[in-house]
């Protein structure tokens, strides 16, 4: 019976089967679940006996057929289940010492992001006591040193738009190796004070320096992508990639060129998009025991209307006296999407302070850095921030 079932082209009637059969854990049930991952074909019904194998009894025959089969079976999936039933039985030395050949045999990031996430489970952890920032701040001078002057974990969302390399009059960096390395010095710190498992958002775009000369090339730095460079030595992870679109007549017209021409070779698009890279604090566990921190229910964004997708429609907004500011509905999706209400958010690369002071509005409470005089200046301007 259980063959005509399982020979049926429709995984989903066999995978149930193998459910309702796994949930049996006497000794001939496991001498069929064997017999049956030795027959079967497809991919989901094989896991599905893998996993239901991993739910029976027996542990010596458990521990024989993992050994037997994960070396040859040839499909990660079906390797991630067998090595999730040795984690599972790791009061048990054999499965212990089976766990470190896997990993050691297949070297793979996600066996080992599972053996870390099941041992962060399975050990107990003293509760840190954070003291909360409880009103908006303003550090005055490079963020490199003023960020110290906030403790471990007390920041819950980071957004910020770095100086660009060169393309503005406040740009110093004599290289684009040395722009780098003072971007990663100060990502560091904000992966140190910022709360585990929580976002950093930073928007970048590719950006162009000027021809030293007419017999030069100009060149043209993708910054978003040496972003994530950096990002994942500081302990971030990448989440998403948010693009924000703008209206073509708002950006520089490089297609010009080509519209005269129609030359091949010589087409450069006019580029409206910029990049909001979304990264996590690496840690051990999932999203839901960040969440469960708060209120059930807190901060529920009720509005109808929300961003399906990752392209964010957003008109460009100048400043008269700073050249590159935030539109407030950025900061606003930003602030919705990525924290709670009364969440502790920091731009450690302020500028005007537009993100504070939507921050504000919002019920948040901003940390800024900005080193730039006349812009602390702007920042003042709009509200009254402490200092530490
Ligand atoms: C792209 S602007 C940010 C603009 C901002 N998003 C706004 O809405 O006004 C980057 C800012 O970072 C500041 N900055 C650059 N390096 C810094 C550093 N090491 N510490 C603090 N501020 C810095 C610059 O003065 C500049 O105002």
């Known amino acids: ?36 991952y030795a ?21 010596d025959k458990i521990y024989i057929f993992i050994k037997d089969n994960i070396y040859n079976c040839g499909i990660m999936e079906l390797v991630y289940q067998m090595f999730r039933t040795c984690l599972y039985n ?71 738009s770095p100086p660009y390399y060169n393309a503005r009059d406040y740009s110093v960096y004599t290289s684009y190796k040395s722009y780098m390395n003072m971007m990663k010095q100060t990502l560091v710190e904000c992966y ?54 703008k209206p073509e007549y708002s950006v520089p017209n490089r297609v010009g060129g080509y519209h005269q021409t129609r030359q091949p ?19 051990d566990f999932l999203l839901d025991k960040n969440i469960s921190k708060y209120p059930k229910k807190f901060g529920i964004n009720d509005s109808e209307k929300y961003d399906t997708t990752n392209c ?5 907004k100048s400043h008269k006296e700073h050249p590159a500011v935030f539109p407030d509905e950025l900061c606003e999706k930003v602030l919705t999407y990525y924290s709670f209400p009364n969440d502790v958010v920091l731009d450690m690369f302020a500028g005007s302070g537009t993100f504070g002071r939507v921050a504000l509005q919002m019920g948040r409470i901003p940390i800024l850095c900005e080193q730039n005089k006349s812009y602390i200046e702007i920042i003042k301007q709009g509200y009254n921030y402490g200092n530490i």
């Open 39 to 59: 027959e079967n074909n497809s991919i989901n019904v094989r896991r599905e006996i893998v996993s239901s194998i991993g739910r029976q009894s027996n542990k």
């Open 192 to 245: 140190r004070v910022l709360e585990d498992g929580r976002f950093i958002i930073i928007n970048v775009s590719p950006i162009i320096t000027k021809r030293p000369g007419r017999e030069f090339e100009s060149t043209r730095y993708p910054i978003h992508f040496d972003f994530h460079k950096i990002l994942e030595e500081s302990g971030f992870y990448f989440v998403d990639e948010i693009i924000w679109i």
């Open 90 to 160: 790791s009061n048990d030395d054999r499965f212990l010492s089976l766990q470190r050949e896997i990993l050691e045999y297949f070297d793979n990031e996600i066996l080992y992001k599972m053996k870390a996430y099941y041992d962060y489970r399975h050990t107990t952890h003293s509760k840190k006591n954070i003291d909360k920032i409880k009103y908006p701040i303003l550090l005055e001078g490079d963020n490199t040193k003023t960020l110290k002057k906030i403790k471990d974990q007390q920041v819950q969302l980071i957004f910020s």
């Open 265 to 283: 070779l010589s087409y450069k698009p006019n580029c409206i998009t910029e990049s909001l890279l979304v990264y996590r604090k690496k840690v």
């Open 1 to 36: 019976m259980e063959k005509d079932l399982l020979s049926f082209s429709n995984d989903k009637l066999s995978v149930d089967f193998i459910k309702k059969l796994g949930v049996d854990t006497s000794e001939d049930i496991l001498d069929k679940l064997i017999l049956l």
């Open 312 to 316: 964010w429609y957003i008109n460009p």
